[in-house]
């Protein structure tokens, strides 16, 4: 590829890295209003994990990891502090950064994520090796994604597929608590967002405890994806509502938002909760009471089968809240290093439609060359401006 060397990593993962450097686009004076806001961040993330949560394992590592991004900000690009914050601050925080990144004119590059090979099998979209792959494939992938700096990886939810259904949507959906809670522990830094589950099925509360217990084990990094469903056999074979679905998600939102993090719900403890007072969510969806769910309850819209200029113009017609993610998908699966062209050009449709970040798929004949093609798309959003 022009512009990209590959290089090799001391543990064997193959990058190729941009020739080239970005321009600084922000003066010192507000580099360091940035690095101020994100230094106040991370001191507050380690308050988190203060008192009688710093006696355990996982509270003393958190509070290492914590420490360790506060001695690492001055190494960070305007464009990093930013990330940083959006990523473990609180909302207000990130309204500020928000508001920092226009003051220095700082462009916003789409964070460039994952969709999980292996853990689901739609028609299309798996390619034939992922068949007969498993845990150390799929650990694996994650751990080259985790170091090459990919934003997020997703795990989408189906308990059952009607078996009519399965031929179009596929019939393999591994679940996603437990497969984000593997994945967790073989990474240090990349989002596990869930792609989505489906709230009808859950009790808020449930989900709260599940959940926020993976967030405590994985230092702060789970995002949830929730959704409405849209299978109706699935929701009668688990007694779920189907008709007041969309009701009962709104309701569910709230109550989600009431208790996650909480240590005490209803005269009730609840131990462990979620280090985080706050868990970013991401509302799947078609429609756009999709969208207006996500404005009005949520912090992003993960829209699927729209096209870009559909995408487009339902954006056009909302006010969107500062801060707020719309994740889009790339559909087809990209090959970065056979076609680095089309890749480029799936991705800046996806940016003119409106996405702050993306969930890739990527084409591959194996677990290796999956990192390989992983390491080709590093390279090819970098060179873009994308994180």
């Known amino acids: 590829m022009p512009g990209v060397k590959r290089c090799t990593s001391p543990s064997g993962v193959v990058t190729f890295r941009s020739m080239t450097r970005s321009k600084a686009t922000s003066s010192p004076s507000r580099n360091r209003a ?32 914590v420490h360790r991004a506060r001695r690492n900000l001055h190494a960070r690009s305007p464009a ?18 928000d508001a920092r990144r226009g003051d220095a004119r700082i462009t916003a590059a789409m964070r460039i994520g994952l969709s999980a090979p292996v853990v689901t099998a739609v028609p299309g979209m798996a390619s034939a090796w992922e068949a007969g792959a498993g845990p150390d494939e799929l650990g694996r992938i994650a751990s080259c994604a985790d170091e090459l700096g990919f934003d997020h990886i997703t795990c989408s939810e189906h308990v059952a597929v009607p078996i009519d259904a399965a031929a179009t949507r596929g019939g393999t959906y591994w679940d996603p608590l437990a497969t984000l809670s593997f994945l967790a522990a073989r990474s240090r830094r990349i989002r596990l967002v869930t ?11 449930e989900i709260a405890k599940r959940y926020g217990t993976l967030d405590r084990l994985s230092g702060g990094r789970v995002v949830l994806g929730v959704g409405v469903g849209s299978l109706r056999e ?23 938002r009431s208790v996650w993090g909480r240590s005490e719900v209803s005269g009730m403890v609840v131990s462990p909760s979620a280090p985080r ?25 993960m829209p699927f089968g729209l096209s870009a200029e559909r995408i487009r113009a339902m954006l056009d017609r909302v006010e969107l809240p500062a801060g707020f993610d719309v994740v889009l998908g790339t559909g087809r699966p990209l090959d970065p290093l056979s076609d680095p062209r089309a890749t480029e050009r799936a991705l800046e449709r996806l940016r003119e439609a409106g996405a ?22 590093r390279a090819i959003t970098e060179r873009n401006g994308h994180s």
């Open 234 to 256: 699935e929701f009668d074979l688990l007694g779920a509502p189907w008709d007041d679905r969309g009701a009962v998600t709104d309701a569910r939102m709230r109550e989600l």
């Open 277 to 301: 007072g706050h868990v970013r969510l991401w509302v799947g969806g078609r429609t756009p009471r999709s969208l207006r769910r996500a404005v009005e309850l949520g912090d992003g819209w």
């Open 195 to 205: 792609s989505v589950i489906v709230l009808p099925y859950h009790r808020p509360l």
């Open 80 to 97: 990093g502090l930013c990330r940083l914050v959006q990523r473990i601050g609180a909302p207000g925080e990130q309204n500020e950064v």
């Open 34 to 65: 940035l690095w101020v806001l994100a230094a106040r961040v991370v001191d507050e993330q380690a308050d988190v994990y203060v008192g009688d949560q710093a006696h355990d394992d996982i509270g003393r590592r958190a509070i290492r990891e």
């Open 356 to 377: 702050t970040a993306v969930t890739c798929t990527v084409q591959a004949t194996s677990a290796a060359n999956y990192c390989e093609q992983l390491a080709a798309l």
